[in-house]
């Protein structure tokens, strides 16, 4: 993992406990959220540039990992979306295993196929999509070089 910096913590509570519990412990404990596994994201704050970690659901396929910007299906978008298109980099821990990601936004057909994956992997976010006129944004992380 290449990211360096301040980490500074979610404020959520939640969100601090669950990373923490889950960096200790190589996701061992803290990997699951609702009964399905999560990854833990490393982005560079997009005004503060400051480290920042999130869980998120673990949609992965071929070694490639999806992030849902879906915030629950909410109007606007989580704080790590901003982060992720301004410093497309992130560092990625998948229970034991650690790496950096280069992000890209998806859009069209690639979008959809992933949507697809990403909903048969957690299918609550086709509930999320319906909570929101917006067209919940899709970030695709590949290993970087």
Do not use: C
């Not at 109007?75 to 790590?80: A, C, G, Y």
């Not at 410093?87 to 859009?107: C, F, G, S, W």
Request: charged share 30%; aromatic share 10%; net charge negative.
């Amino acid at each position: 993992m290449t990211l360096s910096g301040t980490y500074v913590p979610s404020k959520t509570q939640w969100v601090r406990e669950n990373v923490a519990e889950y960096e200790a412990t190589d996701g061992r404990e803290g990997g699951e959220l609702g009964g399905y596994p999560v990854v833990v994201i490393t982005s560079i704050g997009a005004r503060s540039g400051n480290l920042r970690k999130n869980p998120v659901m673990r949609v992965e396929r071929d070694g490639a990992y999806l992030a849902v910007a879906s915030k629950g299906g909410a109007d606007d978008n989580p704080e790590w979306f901003h982060n992720f298109v301004a410093h497309p980099e992130v560092d990625l821990q998948d229970r034991e295993h650690k790496a950096t990601y280069t992000v890209r936004r998806l859009e069209g057909a690639e979008r959809a196929d992933w949507w697809e994956h990403a909903v048969a992997t957690w299918p609550t976010y086709a509930e999320y999509q319906t909570k929101t006129e917006r067209e919940i944004p899709l970030f695709l992380l590949e290993p970087k070089g």
